[in-house]
């Protein structure tokens, strides 16, 4: 079992930049891929990116590819998401996710634990 709890969201001008956070409870934080996804109002949940367990690769979607970063932190058990250059359409509740695999999924169905999410909102 894995508990994630997401922090760092808040309100910033477009342009501007939120690192977010997400701490995982548990001694096995290192055998999960990491994802964080988002969920604007009346869309549906969309991957955004997503790391291996040590790191070493990562995943992006093409809406943020070059303005978001993410990156873990195993001996803190957490995962980062830095996001730079805020569009308002990066407006929405961003959550962590993990999943026991080996490769980096993007489906909703393929990740095993979420957390809570915490809301991004980018004003123009």
């Known amino acids: 079992q894995v508990q994630l709890v997401e922090s760092g969201g808040g309100l910033v001008q477009a342009g501007g930049s939120l690192r977010l956070s997400c701490a995982a409870s548990g001694r096995t934080f290192s055998s999960y891929v990491m994802g964080w996804f988002r969920q604007a109002p009346g869309k549906e949940r969309e991957f955004v990116a997503g790391?291996?367990?040590?790191?070493?690769?990562?995943v992006y979607a093409d809406s943020v590819k070059g303005r978001f970063t993410i990156s873990r932190d195993n001996a803190k058990n957490t995962v980062y998401l830095q996001m730079n250059n805020l569009k308002p359409e990066d407006t929405a509740v961003y959550y962590c996710?993990?999943?026991?695999?080996?490769?980096?999924?993007?489906?909703?169905?393929?990740?095993?634990?979420w957390g809570q999410g915490t809301q991004v909102t980018v004003s123009s």
């Open positions: 790391t291996t367990r040590s790191g070493g690769v990562t």
């Open positions: 996710a993990a999943d026991k695999d080996i490769l980096v999924p993007r489906g909703t169905l393929d990740y095993d634990y």
